[in-house]
C-alpha cells in the first residue's frame, strides 16, 4: 500500500469517527431537548409560573354577633390591609423603613414583621390591617418606591357595643406563635387574626370562616405586574353569625347605674334554661382597642390601671361569700335533718358566741336575741349559723359542699373561669397547716363564708337558680343553644319541695319585711327573694353581696351581685340597691306582670340612706 493510500484510509477512518461523534453528540441533544420539552415541560411551566405568581390570602369576615333581642354586638366592616411580597431580607427591610413614616411604624413594629416574615419567607407577611383612606392613598401615590406592597380589603372588627360587654364578647387579634404550634391552629397561617377572649375564642371555629386566595404576576424584580386569573384562586367564605343569650339593654343599664368609682360585677341568670343575660364586670375596658394591634400606649394604660379593667369579676375573681353563703348551710342542715325553719339554736344571740377561748362576733353588737332558722335568714345573725355549722358538723359540711360544685367551675361557654374554692377535706387542712396547726373552729367562720372559702359570682349565681327551681341546674351559657339548655349539672339541692319553699320564704322576709337586711331596696313591683352579705377584706372595707332572684314564686331571673369595699361602716350596702334596679328593669322589660305591687307610702328608700345589714 503507498503512502497515498494509506492516507486516504486515515482520513476516512477520522471522518467516520467524527461521525459518529457527531451523531451521538446530536443524538444527546436531541434527547436532552426532548426530555426538557416534551417529558418535562409541564414541570417547568410549572415552576416558571410559580415564579411569576404570588398568591395573596384573602381574609373571610368573622361572623357578627348579636345579642337576645338581635342587637349587634359585633361585626366586620371593610378595611384597607398591607401585605409586602417575599423578597429578599435587605428589599424587604428597606421597603417596611420607607413605609414607616406613613404608616406610623416604629424600628420595634419593622423587627416584628421582619420575625414574621422569617418564618414563612415564601409567603406574602401582613403588615397593617387596619390602614386609614389617607394612609392607603399616601403608598399608592409613590408606588414606584414600594413595588413589593399589596394593598387590598381586609375585613375588620368593630365592637358597637364598644366596654359595655368587653369582657363577654373579647377581642380579636392577630395569631401568636403558641398558638400557630397548637392543634387548635393547625390549619391556620402567620398574620391570620383570631378570637382572643370571650365569645370570639369560644367560638373561633365558627366564626373565622375560611381563607381565599388571589395571585398576582411579578416581574424577574419582585414587582407587581397584574392580578392573574387562576384556577387555583378561590374565594373567602364568611364565617357564621352568632346570637347570644345576653341583653345588650341590661347590660347598659348595669353599666349606667353601678356605682360611680367603685369596683365589682353581677351575673344574671333564667334559672329555668340557664341562660346568661347580664355579665357585667367594673372597670372595664374597650375591646376596639385590640383591633389591628393595641398601641404601646394603650396597653400600658390598661394594664397598669389599678382597678385591673381586664379582669372580668363575674367569673374570674374569687371572693369570701359572706352571708349569702347561709342559704348553702342552711339547705344542708335540712337536708341533713340537723335543723328545720322554725329551729331555735340553745344559745340566743348576744352578740357573740363563745367557742373555746375566742368570742365569735356577730356584725349586730348587741344581738339578735332568740331566732328561728327564718328570722336568723331574714336578719342575717351570725350566732345562729355558728351553732347551725356546729350541729351539721365539720365532715358532713365539707363533703355536702364539695358535694354541691363548689370546688369546680360552671362551665360558662367563655374562657378565663376559675374554679371556686372550698376545703373539700380535712386533709386539705392538714396539708395546709399540719395536724396541730388548726382546729375543730374553723367551721364557725366557713358557717357565715368566711375563712378558707372563695367563691365566684356565677358559682353563687348558679346555686342561687337551683334554689329558685329545685331541679338540677342548667349550666350557664352565653350562645343561644337547644342543646345547651338542655346540659345540667350532676348535682341537686336533694331537699323535699316543702323544705325548700320555707327556705324561699325566709328569703323574701329577707327583702320584704321590715328588719330584714334588704328591706330599703325591695322593687316596687316585683317579689325579690335574697340575700345579703358583707365579706371581709383584709385590704380594705367590707365587700357587698346581693344573691337573689325574682318573681320568687316563678323566678324569671337569678342576679348575684358584689361591689368591693362597697360596705363601710354605717352604710348602705351598695350591692343591694344596684341588684334591685337591675332585676326590677329586667322583669319590666321582659314584660313579667306584677306580683307584688307597694303602696306609695311604703316603697323603697333612696339609696344614700345608710341602714341595712350585712
Known amino acids: 500500500m503507498t503512502g497515498g493510500e494509506e492516507v486516504r484510509l486515515s482520513r ?8 459518529v461523534v457527531l451523531v451521538t453528540v446530536t443524538l444527546v441533544l436531541v434527547g436532552a431537548f426532548f426530555r426538557l420539552q416534551v417529558l418535562g415541560g409541564g414541570t417547568y411551566e410549572l415552576q416558571s409560573r410559580n415564579n411569576r405568581l404570588r398568591p395573596i390570602p384573602i381574609p373571610a369576615a368573622r361572623g357578627a354577633i348579636y345579642d337576645r333581642n338581635d342587637e349587634l354586638l359585633a361585626e366586620s366592616i371593610p378595611g384597607y390591609s398591607l401585605s409586602l411580597l417575599p423578597a429578599p431580607p435587605d428589599s424587604a427591610h428597606a421597603t417596611l423603613q420607607r413605609l414607616a413614616p406613613y404608616l406610623r411604624m416604629d424600628s420595634s413594629s ?3 414583621i421582619l420575625e414574621r416574615r422569617a418564618r414563612n419567607p415564601q409567603l406574602p407577611v401582613l403588615v397593617r390591617d387596619d390602614l386609614t ?12 418606591e414600594f413595588r413589593l406592597v399589596v394593598i387590598g380589603t381586609h375585613p ?3 365592637y358597637p357595643a364598644g366596654s359595655v360587654a368587653a369582657h363577654v364578647i373579647g377581642y380579636v387579634g392577630e395569631i401568636s406563635e403558641q398558638e400557630l404550634d397548637s392543634d387548635e391552629f ?7 387574626v383570631v378570637g382572643k377572649q370571650g365569645i370570639e375564642r369560644t367560638y373561633e371555629s365558627l366564626l373565622a370562616g375560611s381563607a381565599g386566595t388571589r395571585y398576582v404576576e411579578v416581574n424577574a424584580r419582585g414587582s407587581i405586574v397584574r392580578e392573574f386569573p387562576s384556577d387555583l384562586a378561590r374565594s373567602a367564605e364568611p364565617g357564621t353569625d352568632l346570637k ?5 339593654e341590661l347590660q347598659q343599664f348595669a353599666d349606667s347605674i353601678f356605682p360611680e368609682g367603685d369596683v365589682g360585677g353581677a351575673v344574671a341568670l333564667d334559672p329555668r334554661n340557664g341562660e346568661v343575660l347580664l355579665l357585667y364586670s367594673h372597670p372595664t375596658f374597650d375591646p376596639n382597642l385590640f383591633v389591628g394591634g393595641i398601641s404601646t400606649e394603650d396597653w400600658e394604660a390598661i394594664r397598669d390601671d389599678p382597678g385591673q379593667p381586664i379582669l372580668n369579676r363575674a367569673t374570674a375573681a374569687l371572693y369570701p361569700p359572706g352571708s349569702t353563703w347561709k342559704l348553702v348551710l342552711a339547705a344542708l342542715a335540712m337536708r341533713s335533718g340537723a335543723a328545720g325553719i322554725e329551729t331555735y339554736m340553745p344559745t340566743s344571740c348576744r352578740g357573740a358566741l363563745q367557742y373555746g377561748r375566742r368570742p365569735f362576733r356577730c356584725w349586730r353588737p348587741e344581738g339578735h336575741g332568740p331566732l328561728t332558722m327564718s328570722g336568723a335568714i331574714m336578719e342575717s345573725c351570725n350566732v ?12 358532713p359540711l365539707l363533703a355536702g359542699v364539695d358535694g354541691l360544685g363548689f370546688n369546680s367551675v360552671t362551665g360558662l361557654d367563655i374562657p378565663g373561669e376559675v374554679s371556686s374554692r372550698f376545703p373539700p377535706s380535712r386533709d386539705w387542712y392538714d396539708r395546709r397547716f399540719g395536724r396541730r396547726g388548726w382546729t375543730e373552729s374553723v367551721i364557725l367562720n366557713l358557717s357565715i363564708g368566711q375563712g378558707e372559702t372563695e367563691q365566684t359570682l356565677i358559682r353563687m349565681a348558679q346555686f342561687y337558680s337551683a334554689l329558685a327551681t329545685g331541679q338540677s341546674p342548667v349550666v350557664p351559657h352565653l350562645l343561644q343553644s337547644e342543646l345547651l339548655e338542655r346540659v345540667r349539672e350532676g348535682w341537686s339541692l336533694d331537699l323535699p319541695e316543702a323544705r325548700r319553699l320555707e327556705l324561699i320564704e325566709g328569703l323574701k322576709r329577707v327583702v320584704n319585711e321590715p328588719g330584714g337586711t334588704a328591706y330599703w331596696h325591695r322593687p316596687q313591683e316585683w317579689t325579690l327573694a335574697g340575700k345579703t352579705g358583707t365579706s371581709q377584706n383584709p385590704h380594705g372595707e367590707p365587700h357587698s353581696w346581693f344573691v337573689g332572684f325574682a318573681p320568687a314564686d316563678d323566678p324569671r331571673i337569678v342576679i348575684a351581685a358584689i361591689v368591693e369595699n362597697g360596705h363601710p361602716d354605717n352604710q348602705t350596702s351598695r ?13 319590666r322589660n321582659a314584660g313579667v306582670p306584677p306580683d307584688n305591687p307597694l303602696e306609695d307610702a311604703g316603697g323603697p328608700v333612696s339609696a344614700t340612706l345608710t341602714g341595712g345589714g350585712p
Open 384 to 395: 345562729y349559723f355558728y351553732q347551725l355549722g356546729l350541729r351539721i358538723g365539720l365532715d
Open 244 to 248: 347570644l343569650t345576653l341583653d345588650l
Open 156 to 158: 375588620r372588627r368593630r
Open 575 to 587: 350591692a343591694v340597691p344596684f341588684a334591685s334596679q337591675v332585676v326590677s328593669r329586667y322583669l
Open 110 to 112: 419593622i423587627e416584628a
Open 133 to 144: 383612606f389617607e394612609q392607603v392613598a399616601a403608598v399608592e401615590e409613590r408606588r414606584p
Open 186 to 192: 393547625v390549619e391556620y397561617e402567620a398574620g391570620r
Open 12 to 19: 476516512a477512518r477520522r471522518a467516520r469517527a467524527a461521525a
